[in-house]
């Protein structure tokens, strides 16, 4: 279960932290991640967004398919691929350091 729950890019939005239920079983001394249907679903729609920038977009290894919450608050859904917040967090940063990169190689030949 721990696994699943790793591959959710940004998991510290706390507005999907309710999709989780951590219980303590009777007896138990450790708590259990329950993986609930809400969990499930939004776990399968953050993947098909993932997956969508993975197809789409030549900044996904530096990014790795963005933050979830973005996806959702930008666009209504968690299958978008391009925000607003991954524009100016990722890919301008990356265009800047791939452009300050060639430069440095240019004046060094
Ligand atoms: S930079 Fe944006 S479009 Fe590209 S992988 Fe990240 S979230 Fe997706």
């Known amino acids: 279960m721990q ?14 932290q309710s999709a989780v239920a951590v219980q303590v079983p009777p007896g138990g001394f450790f708590p259990q991640l ?10 399968d729609e953050i993947e098909a967004g993932i997956s969508a920038c993975r197809e789409q977009c030549e900044f996904f ?5 963005g933050c979830p919450s973005n ?5 209504g859904t ?14 301008v940063v990356a265009e800047v350091v791939l452009a ?10």
């Open 34 to 43: 329950v993986l609930t249907q809400k969990f499930r679903f939004l776990h």
């Open 71 to 75: 996806k959702l608050a930008e666009h």
């Open 78 to 91: 968690f299958r978008a691929t391009a925000t607003a917040h991954c524009e100016l967090t990722r890919r």
């Open 3 to 16: 696994a699943v729950a790793q591959q959710i890019p940004c998991s510290q939005n706390p507005e999907m």
């Open 61 to 65: 290894l530096l990014c790795g398919g």
């Open 100 to 109: 300050n990169l060639e430069l440095a190689l240019a004046s060094a030949t």
